[in-house]
């Protein structure tokens, strides 16, 4: 089966990832505040607070843009040069 193109296409994938997110959220609920059900809760399961720290100012502000600036490259490098067509997978 052949999925279309365009519109309907983009439709159909962010109804499939709200419901998906919607079934996650509410997996989450009902667990909360368990990490593990009935045996450690969210602030038993936490970091210590200095590394949440260096996970925070090293990861979440140095590493995490320079890999969005990774990505931005990759696509404006690799822009146009693969189209789809009959030999295509699908």
Request: glycine share 6%; no cysteine; proline share 7%.
């Amino acid at each position: 089966m052949r999925a279309s193109s365009g519109a309907p296409t983009k439709r159909r994938f962010a109804i499939v990832a709200i419901i998906f997110a919607a079934a996650f959220g509410t997996l989450a609920l009902t667990f909360w505040p368990y990490m593990i059900p009935f045996s450690f809760t969210i602030e038993d399961a936490a970091a210590p607070h200095s590394s949440l720290a260096f996970m925070f100012w090293g990861a979440g502000l140095f590493v995490f843009p320079l890999m969005l600036l990774y990505t931005a490259t990759n696509y404006s490098v690799f822009r146009g040069r693969i189209r789809p067509d009959a030999d295509h997978y699908h």
